[in-house]
């Protein structure tokens, strides 16, 4: 069955730094669209970023553009979000979530069929 593991969170200060991994497992990785999304306490599920199958087309919130970075590693199945210049409005659950490529790009969690199980951040001094 699919998996996919987060893993990166962690409690960091202001203006820091963290990266977020997510290892999938169960499908063929390059054959879909990866995403990261993010849920703080009594929200909803915000996109954060996407990025398509070959990694050459990537696409963020307006929130994290310039902050956050997607990449990913189709021979190791993994991919990652590169967060840097923290803020406490950054603080959530991160999740990744899967689509096939064949699908299109979306920023829409209803649009991805495969989810982790979350990763928290927590940006506080």
């Known amino acids: 069955q699919v998996q996919l593991v987060e893993s990166g969170g962690g409690l960091v200060q202001p203006g820091g730094s963290l990266r977020l991994s997510c290892a999938a497992s169960g499908l063929t990785f390059s054959m879909y669209t990866m995403g990261w999304f993010r849920q703080a306490p009594g929200k909803e599920r915000d996109f954060v970023a996407g990025?398509?199958?070959?990694?050459?087309?990537?696409y963020y919130a307006d929130s994290v553009k310039g902050r956050f970075t997607i990449s990913r590693d189709n021979a190791k199945n993994t991919v990652y979000l590169q967060m840097n210049s923290l803020k406490p409005e950054d603080t959530a659950v991160y999740y990744c979530?899967?689509?096939?490529?064949?699908?299109?790009?979306?920023?829409?969690?209803?649009?991805?069929?495969?989810w982790g199980q979350g990763t928290q951040v927590t940006v506080s001094s």
């Open positions: 990025i398509n199958w070959s990694g050459g087309s990537t």
């Open positions: 979530a899967a689509r096939p490529r064949n699908r299109g790009s979306s920023s829409s969690a209803t649009d991805y069929p495969y």
